[in-house]
């Protein structure tokens, strides 16, 4: 959301001024994964994974969000994950 960054936490959902990569920087690797250029999760969230378009990923977080792991991140994430 250009400069803001919208949380998410069970209900809540605040905007915050920093950018994706500047909270990316911030957090714990090992707890958070880059997803995609918009997204960032939370692995202890993480439910399901399925294969998707053209090497990429799904994930379906906890509450039943998916999200969409891109090709080049799917490879980092599935080394990380021991896929």
């Known amino acids: 959301m250009g400069n803001y960054v919208r949380l998410h936490f069970d209900d809540q959902k605040p905007l915050i001024l920093k950018s994706l990569n500047a909270l990316d920087e911030k957090l714990d690797p090992h707890a958070f994964f880059r997803a995609n250029?918009?997204?960032?999760?939370?692995l202890q969230w993480v439910e399901k994974i399925e294969p998707w378009f053209s090497g990429g990923l799904q994930v379906t977080l906890k509450g039943g969000e998916k999200n969409e792991i891109s090709r080049r991140q799917a490879i980092r994430f599935k080394e990380m994950m021991s896929l």
């Open 37 to 42: 250029r918009k997204h960032i999760i939370n």
